[in-house]
């Protein structure tokens, strides 16, 4: 959705509804734009994907039940504290 102004290596992202901040330290040397399409991992981006790629992982998630829920659950209660 944004990278944030005051923390570049952070990036505010909406993960089928929940909206959070994201480390994107990892993706340094690419070019990361509000749209973009990212994997996430425990807070992390761990790389820019495609549309498809991305709808074919999250119809996986969706397709795995209560894990998924549970994930999305997990993702909605973290934070990233400021150092």
Same mark, same amino acid.
């Given at each position: 959705?944004?990278?944030?102004?005051?923390?570049?290596?952070?990036?505010?992202?909406?993960?089928?509804?929940?909206?959070?901040?994201?480390?994107?330290?990892?993706?340094?040397?690419?070019?990361?734009?509000?749209?973009?399409?990212? +994997?996430?991992?425990? !807070?992390? &981006?761990?790389?820019?994907?495609? /549309? %498809?790629?991305?709808?074919?992982?999250?119809?996986? +998630?969706?397709?795995? !039940?209560? &894990?998924?829920?549970?994930?999305? /659950? %997990?993702?909605?209660?973290?934070?990233?504290?400021?150092?």
């Amino acid at each position: 959705m944004e990278i944030l102004s005051d923390r570049p290596d952070l990036a505010m992202v909406d993960v089928s509804g929940v909206q959070r901040a994201i480390n994107i330290g990892l993706l340094e040397g690419e070019s990361v734009t509000p749209g973009d399409w990212i +994997l996430i991992h425990v !807070g992390f &981006a761990l790389s820019k994907i495609d /549309e %498809a790629e991305a709808k074919a992982a999250l119809d996986f +998630l969706e397709s795995i !039940g209560q &894990a998924y829920e549970d994930e999305i /659950e %997990a993702l909605r209660e973290s934070m990233i504290e400021e150092v």
